[in-house]
C-alpha cells in the first residue's frame, strides 16, 4: 500500500536516482562500519547505504515506516523521536555486538558511529543540537537540510547568514555544503530548495562551558543590528567580566574564536 506524507511529520520523501547516488558517493560507506540513519522513510537511501554496509541502524518516528523496515533483515530498527535517542547507547549496543562477533575484545569499542539523514526540515536545528550531546561517539555527519539552513551552519562572519546557529556548530565541527538538491527531487516536492552538509567533529575542539558559550551567543544575536554593547556587553557586566573584549561591534563581525575565546575567560557564575 503506497505510503501517504505526513505533514506533521515534515515528510518528503527522496525519489531521485541520481541525487541519490551522488549522495552516497559523498557519503561513501564502507563494509562493516557502523552507521545510523534518522528518517529513512522509504528506505530511498536506506537500500543503497545497507548494501554498501552490511548492516544499519534506523531511527523513524512513523509507526507504519517502521513497521515495514522491519521485514528489512539488515536494518535495526528503532521507533522513536530522534530527540530521545542516546547515540551513545547505540554504538555501545553495536561495539558489544561486533566483540562477541569477533571473540576478541580488543577488536570491538573503538569504532565511532557515522550518522546520516534526510532531515524533517521543521526540527532540524534541535536535532543538530541534541548531537551535539553525543559528538565524543560520532565520526562524521552527513545530512540533507533545507539549504537556508545550510547555508547559516557554514556561514562566515560579516555575513547575512552568520548567525548563533554559525557559532554553535562552528566551534565544534568543521563543515561543508557538498551538494544542492532541487525541490523536484522530492515526493512530495518542498517548498524550499535543499542540500546535503558534510560536519566532521573536530579532532581537538576548544574546552569550555557548552551551556555558557550557548547562554552567551543567544545574548548577542538576540539583536543583531546593534553593537554588542547593547546586549552582551550588559551581560558581561552582570557576570562582572573584568577583560577585554570590544562590544563595538555587531554580533556577526566576531568571528567563532572570539567567541570561544571570551567564554574560556567566564567564570560560570
Do not use: C
Not at 559523498?26 to 552507521?35: E, H, K, L, T, V
Not at 553495536?94 to 557515522?114: W, Y
Amino acid at each position: 500500500m503506497k505510503h501517504i506524507a505526513r505533514k506533521r511529520f515534515g515528510q518528503h520523501f527522496l525519489s531521485d536516482g541520481g541525487i541519490i547516488d551522488a549522495i552516497v558517493q559523498a557519503i561513501d560507506p564502507r563494509p562493516g562500519q557502523r552507521m545510523v540513519e534518522i528518517g529513512p522513510g522509504l528506505a530511498a537511501l536506506t537500500q543503497p547505504l545497507v548494501e554498501r554496509l552490511g548492516h544499519l541502524t534506523v531511527v523513524e518516528l512513523d509507526r507504519d515506516l517502521a513497521q515495514r523496515l522491519r521485514s528489512h533483515s539488515q536494518l535495526t530498527v528503532i521507533e522513536s523521536d530522534v530527540l530521545k535517542v542516546d547515540f551513545s547507547q547505540i554504538n555501545s549496543a553495536q561495539a558489544a555486538i561486533e566483540t562477541v562477533a569477533k571473540t576478541d575484545a580488543s577488536l570491538g569499542g573503538a569504532e565511532k558511529l557515522r550518522v546520516v539523514g534526510n532531515l524533517p526540515y521543521n526540527i532540524s536545528t534541535p536535532i543538530l543540537f541534541h548531537l551535539l550531546d553525543f559528538v565524543e561517539v560520532i565520526e562524521d555527519q552527513h545530512f540533507m537540510l533545507q539549504k537556508e539552513v545550510i547555508d547559516r551552519m557554514v556561514a562566515s562572519p560579516a555575513t547575512s547568514d552568520y548567525s548563533r546557529l554559525s557559532v554553535m556548530l562552528q566551534w565544534r565541527y568543521a563543515m561543508e555544503n557538498v551538494l544542492f538538491v532541487p525541490p523536484e527531487s522530492f515526493e512530495p516536492p518542498p517548498r524550499v530548495n535543499s542540500a546535503v552538509v558534510r560536519m566532521l567533529p573536530l579532532a581537538h575542539p576548544p574546552v569550555l562551558d557548552v551551556a555558557l558559550l550557548s547562554e552567551m551567543v543567544q545574548v548577542a544575536f538576540s539583536q543583531r543590528r546593534k553593537l554588542l554593547r547593547h546586549t552582551l556587553g550588559r551581560w558581561l557586566e552582570e557576570k562582572k567580566f573584568g577583560g577585554m573584549f570590544d562590544v563595538q561591534r555587531r554580533a556577526e563581525e566576531v568571528p567563532v574564536a572570539d567567541y570561544v575565546d571570551l567564554v574560556q575567560r567566564l567564570k560560570p557564575t
